[in-house]
Nanobody, 120 residues
C-alpha cells in the first residue's frame, strides 16, 4: 500500500504562483508512474502532468510552459510548480501514483486532494 498526502494549495491571484507537494509513504518501491490531476466544479478530472520513474514528463497543453512537475526520490515527494496561474486553473488537485506493467495498471493510488483557487 502507498499513502499520498498533498499540500500547498490555496488562494492566489491570477498571475501568481503556487507549489504543490505530494509526500508518498508505504511500499513506494513498486511505483513507476506519478502524476498530478485536477477536477474543476462540474468538469471531469483531467491529467495535468505526469512523470515516470525513468524521467519521462508530459503535460496537458493548457499548462505547458507554466507548470513544472518534478520529484525528489530521497524525500519520496512529488512537486508541481505552478506559475502564471489563471482563473481556469481553479480546481482540486490530486496526486496519483501507479505501478504499471506492460501497459496495464497493477496498482493505483490517490491523495486526498488540495484546493487551488485563482482569483481574477
Amino acid at each position: 500500500q502507498v499513502q499520498l498526502v498533498e499540500s500547498g494549495g490555496g488562494l492566489v491571484q491570477a498571475g501568481g504562483s503556487l507549489r504543490l507537494s505530494c509526500a508518498a509513504s508505504g511500499s513506494t518501491f513498486s511505483i513507476n508512474a506519478f502524476g498530478w490531476h485536477r477536477q474543476a466544479p462540474g468538469k471531469q478530472r483531467e491529467v495535468v502532468a505526469t512523470i515516470s520513474s525513468g524521467g519521462t514528463i508530459g503535460y496537458v497543453d493548457s499548462v505547458k510552459g507554466r507548470f513544472t512537475i518534478s520529484r525528489d526520490n530521497a524525500k519520496h515527494t512529488l512537486y508541481l510548480q505552478m506559475n502564471s496561474l489563471k482563473p481556469e486553473d481553479t480546481a482540486v488537485y490530486s496526486c496519483n501514483a501507479k505501478f504499471v506493467v506492460d501497459g496495464r495498471v497493477r496498482e493505483n493510488y490517490w491523495g486526498q486532494g488540495t484546493q487551488v483557487t485563482v482569483s481574477s
